[in-house]
């Protein structure tokens, strides 16, 4: 195995190879998130709402639509959604009076920890012997290439 950077044309088509994997591997996860659905309630939509509050603590709508690469419009819904659930409550945000501050609730948060939980418990089944090293390939490669989508512009 080399360790030498690859050309830009056989690179590519290895990429494409991940993006291969990744579509059916993200489909797959999200059909057993809304299998799990009635269990915790959640629709995908509101458990990445849930997710980033969880992780980067209270946001606006419009913040959590950047994040997400999502319209505005449909991260409001998915607010909406997890409000009317006491998932999350709408606050007033010091800095900015139009534009509310999202945060967790105590239900919000049990709800998205019982989701990783229960994910975590799966996750604990992938089997193949991996390294830290062979994740942090992973996670490098991923990240690259979204980092590569995100910098290129769509007329």
Do not use: W
Not at 103 to 120: K, P
């Amino acid at each position: 195995m080399t360790t030498a950077p690859l050309p830009p044309d056989e690179l590519a088509t290895r990429l494409a190879n991940v993006y291969n994997l990744v579509g059916p591997l993200y489909r797959r996860v999200l059909r057993k998130v809304e299998q799990a659905a009635p269990i915790e309630g959640l629709s995908v939509g509101v458990r990445a709402v849930l997710d980033l509050l969880r992780t980067r603590g209270p946001m606006t709508v419009p913040q959590l639509g950047r994040t997400q690469a999502l319209s505005r419009q449909f991260v409001q819904r998915m607010v909406n959604d997890a409000a009317a659930q006491d998932l999350v409550e709408i606050a007033p945000n010091p800095d900015h009076r139009r534009s509310s501050l999202i945060r967790l609730t105590e239900v919000g948060d049990a709800a998205i920890m019982s989701v990783h939980a229960r994910e975590h418990a799966l996750l604990r089944q992938v089997g193949g012997e991996l390294t830290a090293a062979d994740v942090d390939a992973c996670l490098r490669v991923l990240t690259q290439m979204l980092a590569a989508i995100d910098d290129v512009d769509v007329d």
